[in-house]
């Protein structure tokens, strides 16, 4: 069991919860996430990691409730526990294993829209402990839903808020910031976006005519977490990838975002998911295609 050392809603329908977790944060890199069950009968949720302590031996997570498991997951408090606490799984971020010299001369910039903040903050907070400052766009769509500011200022070269309906920080879509520090002169040799899929792609679309290499996370629907299942499908490149195991951070202008978002919906039901096995074939599982993970 994993005991729940703190519990608190950050914003409407977004929580946050530190969870003892030993063997996992001692594991923990930037850019991973973990599977979650409340009980031995629970569906399996993926969660990217907020936050770790490798010498508390605790891993933060944050989640929005979208359904009846994350809704459970809400009602757990201060000294509850999960039944499975798995991870850390996918790959780290590059920027990790790359070359110090390389990467401390890069301009990076981050963009954060939504609960995507959370998953944001680690790779921003591993580059400010090395002594490397980056840029960070954190987008909501109003001042209320709006996460980890405080957190985020303090590991952040420069923070820039932005809020849809102009609430709180700057007003418009994290793109209209973009475009704005570009024209102000801003350089980036990298940009990093996280949140919803839709935010993603018009992110990436735009990067793409500013000339700035893209790399996005990928958290679609996940049943296994090791490839078998086929449930996070998505096409990048033209080729078949996992976001499970090849992922979740792919180059976001080779990732078809239109072809995700459908994927996203069709599997949802019984009747997709049959749709999709019959279309896609040996290549529907990640693993063997055929083990029959998705049932």
Request: aromatic share 8%; hydrophobic share 35%; with cysteine.
């Amino acid at each position: 069991m994993y005991k729940i050392l703190e519990a608190k809603e950050l914003a409407t329908n977004i929580y946050y919860m530190v969870v003892e977790a030993k063997r996992v944060a001692k594991a923990c890199k930037p850019g991973q996430f973990v599977i979650v069950r409340t009980d031995a009968c629970s569906e399996r949720i993926p969660l990217t990691i907020c936050d770790y302590d490798t010498e508390k031996g605790t891993v933060t997570i944050v989640f929005q409730i979208v359904g009846a498991g994350t809704q459970f997951m809400a009602s757990l408090k201060e000294g509850d526990a999960f039944h499975d606490f798995v991870g850390p799984l996918g790959c780290p971020s590059e920027f990790v294993t790359e070359d110090f010299e390389t990467l401390k001369n890069k301009k990076m910039l981050f963009v954060a829209g939504g609960v995507g903040t959370a998953p944001v903050y680690p790779q921003v907070k591993w580059l400010h402990e090395k002594g490397i400052d980056a840029d960070v766009i954190v987008g909501a769509k109003t001042k209320e839903l709006l996460i980890l500011e405080e957190e985020m200022k303090e590991v952040a070269g420069n923070l820039y808020v932005t809020t849809d309906d102009g609430s709180y920080g700057r007003s418009g879509m994290v793109t209209q910031t973009i475009t704005e520090l570009v024209n102000e002169g801003k350089h980036y040799d990298v940009c990093v976006a996280i949140g919803p899929m839709i935010m993603m792609k018009f992110v990436c679309k735009l990067t793409k005519e500013l000339e700035i290499p893209t790399i996005v996370s990928l958290n679609p629907i996940m049943v296994d977490g090791t490839g078998m299942c086929g449930a996070c499908r998505v096409t990048v490149g033209g080729k078949v990838k996992f976001a499970c195991v090849d992922g979740p951070e792919f180059d976001g202008h080779q990732v078809n975002f239109d072809e995700a978002m459908q994927r996203q919906q069709i599997y949802k039901t019984e009747e997709g998911r049959a749709f999709l096995k019959a279309k896609e074939g040996d290549t529907h599982h990640g693993g063997c295609g055929n083990c029959g993970g998705d049932k």
